[in-house]
């Protein structure tokens, strides 16, 4: 790489650093089966350089393996450039200026591409760099649910902190910290390499969170939150995830969140509506079981806080509908959300969304489809829309701004993420054509209508935009104004989809196409995209 193009690209990242809080690099997107792209996510505040202690990981199903195979692609475009110098030296990677010295006025090797840009390395190998980031670099691990497919990186990896001059920081809610200990780091598992319990060899410390935030930390905006790494800090929020049996600190139930006409009798996998009217469905189970006996697994929620500038991103571990779960929490969360949201702090959220929508409601096993989790956000948008649009904390009047494609591409370095070709129109449908129980079909571009169709009295997508008044069909006449769309600039980044293995059209293509259709129809003004790992994104 010439050294005017290293100039320009890096002030590129600098511009880009000045507008954007955090830079995001997904380690691995998918939800399984394949054990090389599970959940992992490493993020820095943009406000600090490459230095100890300023990236934060973000669950670590996969993790240093991750981070070996970002530098195996970018190495070979690194640069040898002097330490008291902007400018890269000719010399490129492989040749005689050594690299690894720790005199300060010699020479280093520089990043020119990829997630670590910029980020000078001491060593020559994927490998070696690989582990100085982990070693050094990553501050903590913010788990949000001990699942191993999103722990296992990390305990594994805990074999590379030998020699280290600190222990490695594990911040969860409790009962996930507790799973941990039990589970995984309790000698038999693995070695119990905690500074708790039997054995304890003193790798890592744990941090137990408070769910909701601890409110003696922080004031103002960042009352509740504590710092994770350099320049951002946390606050969590436990959400369910499915059911678990029997293990009281894995799960919780409160009859206080539940919903009125919601019997916690029944399994998770009857929604509260077929139980409400009396009805159920064949195909769907009616496990009858004490509430004693069957409890929702926590998972959590995190806002990270960019402490320079104030702006939030919010990140959900795996997550099930309300409409399904035993103990429904999501809606505390968004509440959260609408009120950063309305103030204009909210900048983006990673999300799961394990299945398209031909994964029936009985088969979800504590996860979302795209049918469900556009009916979450549309939960958020009613909620921001009650607040209404802040100005220095005083409402004021929604401005009008025109609604942005879907298509629409995130500020990205790299790149990173999916889309599917480009469409002159966006098909709708109404429930009824996406149907927990009925695959999703593409329709003939001649049946497309400009105007929605009627959907039935149970459409949730439609009473959406309906029950909050943004979703008005213009007139004949051309006089009735269309208010601002509630999420109008959130981006929307999907996580943890799982792989079905089989041939046939990329799961992430179809689920993107599905989230786009669905959001056409509730009118809610956030893009979508999808995560790709290996790749970077500054939001």
Known sequence: MSCSLFAHRSRLLRARSCVAPANLTIQGAGGGPNEDNVTGLLIRSTSRQWTRDSILAVDAGVHLAAIIKIFEEHLPQAVIRSRN???????????????????????????VSGPFTNLELPYET????????????ISTFLITHPHLDHVAGFAINTAALQQTLRRKRVAALPSTIEA?????????????????GDGAVGFVSYDRLVDGGNVALGDGEGRGYIEVCDGLAVKGWSVSHGECMKHNHQGSYSSESAEPGYSPYYSRRSSRKDISSGSMDSGRSQTFLPVSEKKA???????????????????????????VSLNPRTARVWQDAAAKMSAGLLTGILIECSY???????????????????????????????LGPHDGGRPTSPRKRKRPSNGQKLPSDETPLRRPPSRHHVRRRTRSSVSPSTPVRPESPRHMSSELPVANEDSELRAIAEEDGFNHKPSRGG???QTTSPLQGLHVI??????PLRDGPDIGDNILEQLQEHEAEARLGCTFAISKSGTSSWL
Request: hydrophobic residues 35%; charged residues 25%; negative net charge.
């Open 356 to 386: 398209d929508d031909s994964q029936p409601d009985s088969m979800l096993f504590g996860h979302l489809t795209p049918r469900h989790l556009v009916i979450e956000l549309g939960v958020l948008a009613k909620m921001v829309r009650d």
């Open 479 to 481: 006089n009735n104004k």
């Open 85 to 111: 110098s902007d400018t890269p030296a000719a010399t490129p990677f492989g040749g005689d200026t050594p690299t690894n010295s720790k005199d300060s006025g010699k020479p280093k090797l520089c990043m």
């Open 126 to 137: 994927a490998k070696a760099n690989a582990t100085y980031v982990f070693r050094n670099l």
């Open 180 to 196: 941990i200990k039990e589970h995984i780091f309790n000698g038999i598992i693995w070695p119990n390499l905690s500074d708790e």
């Open 297 to 323: 697994y926590d998972s959590a929620a995190y806002f990270l806080r960019d402490e320079h500038t104030g702006k939030e991103i919010l990140i959900f571990g795996d997550v099930e509908p309300d409409s």
């Open 494 to 499: 999907i996580i943890h989809i799982k792989d």
